[in-house]
Structure formats: C-alpha cells, structure tokens
C-alpha cells in the first residue's frame, strides 16, 4: 500500500525495467502484457522517462495487450490500439511487430480464430512474463466479466452494465459505449509468470476488498488471483481503505 498512486506506480515501472534490463543483460527477450485505462498511466508515463532520460531501450520487449471493444476501428479515440500508441509505443523504441492488441475491425465469424491465434502467439512468444491489471468497479480483470471461468481463454465477451456505465463520459453517453470487447481470458492472464494489478483511489476499494478478502468465485473474477503465485496488488492509500 503507497501513499499515493504516483509512488505505487513508481514501483511498478521500476519492476518491469529492471525485468526488460535483467533480460538484455542476457540477451533475452521479454514479453509483458498490458492494460488500458486510467490506472497504468502513471506507470507508462515513468517507462517513458526512462526511455528518454535514462536510455531505457524497449527493442527486446514483446507485449500483448489484455482487451479492446468490439467493435472498433484503431483510428478511434476509444481504440486500445490508438491509447497504446499514444501513451506508450509512440514514444519509446519498441518494434510495432513486437506489440499486439486485440483487432475490433474483424468479422463476427472471424473473431474465434483471431482469438485461438492470439493464444498461440503468447504462447510461441514464451508466455507472459509479466502481466499488469487494472480493476474494474464490477471486479472483472481484462474484460473478464462477473461470470468469466477461471479457466477462460482470449475470446468476444458481453461487457457488463456497470462496465459500460463506468466507461460511458468518456464516450458522450452509454449508448456510444460498445456492448461487446475481446479479451484475454483469467485463464490467458493466471498463466503470466508474474502479475502486478493496481487499483488507486476510494471508487475501488470496496471491489479490492472483495477482491483480496472475499471468497474466490466467478462472480467477482479478480478473485481467482488469490490463487496465482506470483500476485502483488499495488494500491494507494484511498483503494486500501476497506481492508481490514
Ligand atoms: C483495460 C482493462 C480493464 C481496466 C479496468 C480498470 O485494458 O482490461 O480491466 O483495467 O476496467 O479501468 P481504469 O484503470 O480506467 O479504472
């Protein structure tokens, strides 16, 4: 627990650089898997001034990123493609081959095999290292959504209400709001070597609660992370303040 979401997110860039260095000291590759929204920012903001300030160099770096909408066009300001781009490949020194986010633009009937050939890639790359999430109020992780197996791989998924209520301002009104979104699934991300997820801010704490205390259940997919490994949860003050 950090005092604020600036110091947690510190810590959390400071991790994977240390990751991406240990492995070029190697000359090995590393792969990461992403998150969108609100709470990584700080995180890519600090990956950032490492690039540029320190000559952090990202060429032996490969990510796949958790989710996008479905459907969506890259060009779009609600894009996953168009966010990653913006807040971070654009700035550092990493290969466009090298990252991959799901593809909005495909046909219903072709999603099913995107969503096994993503699967295969993370696999082919190694599987994923280090995977970081963030928490949405409904506690899905990804879009794994209330309902979501642990056992759950990539694929189209129904976005819950809350969800989109959540997402909505940023659209101007939930009718904008996609209902649906591909996904990797809790099986893809319980898979990850290691997982980070952070949560900042009062709106989250009583899903971290449920997260981190309550029993593991499919209603609240976070859950299924108390089962994971290698988990640390990164939270400011504020999103730790219904922990007992
Ligand atoms: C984003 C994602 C979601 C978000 C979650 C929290 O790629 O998979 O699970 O991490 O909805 O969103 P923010 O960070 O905007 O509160």
Same mark, same amino acid.
């Given at each position: 627990?950090?005092?604020?979401?600036n110091t947690g997110s510190k810590w959390i860039a400071q991790e994977i650089i240390s990751l991406i260095k240990s492995r070029q000291e190697k000359?090995? @590759?590393?792969? =990461?898997?992403?998150?969108?929204?609100?709470s990584p920012l700080k995180v890519y903001e600090e990956l950032i001034r490492a690039h540029k300030e320190d000559g952090l160099s990202f060429s032996n770096?490969?990510? %796949?990123?958790?989710?996008?909408?479905?459907?969506?066009?890259?060009e779009s300001v609600h894009s996953y493609v168009r966010f990653m781009k913006e807040n971070l490949f654009d700035h550092i020194d990493i290969l466009p081959e090298n990252t991959h986010v799901p593809d909005g633009t495909l046909k219903m009937e072709e999603v099913p095999e995107f969503c096994r050939n993503y699967e295969? @890639?993370?696999?082919?790359?190694?599987?994923?290292? =280090?995977?970081?999430?963030?928490?949405?109020?409904?506690?899905?992780?990804? %879009?794994?959504?209330?309902?979501?197996?642990?056992r759950s791989t990539t694929r189209m998924v129904t976005l819950d209400g809350l969800t989109r209520r959540d997402a909505a301002p940023g659209f101007g009104?939930?009718?904008h709001v996609p209902r649906r979104a591909i996904t990797m699934g809790v099986g893809t991300i319980m898979q990850a070597k290691k997982i980070i997820l952070m949560a900042w801010g009062n709106g989250k704490a009583p899903i971290i609660r449920e997260a981190v205390e309550g029993?593991?259940?499919?209603?609240?997919?976070?859950?299924f992370l108390q089962e994971h490994?290698?988990?640390?949860?990164i939270l400011d003050k504020p999103a730790a303040e219904k922990l007992s």
């Open positions: 627990i950090y005092e604020d979401a000359g090995q @590759k590393v792969v =990461l898997g992403l998150a969108t929204g609100s770096v490969l990510t %796949f990123n958790l989710d996008e909408y479905y459907p969506m066009q890259p295969l @890639k993370i696999r082919e790359a190694g599987g994923i290292d =280090l995977q970081i999430l963030g928490i949405g109020r409904t506690g899905h992780i990804g %879009f794994n959504e209330p309902g979501s197996g642990i009104g939930i009718s029993p593991i259940t499919e209603s609240v997919p976070t859950t490994h290698n988990c640390d949860i």
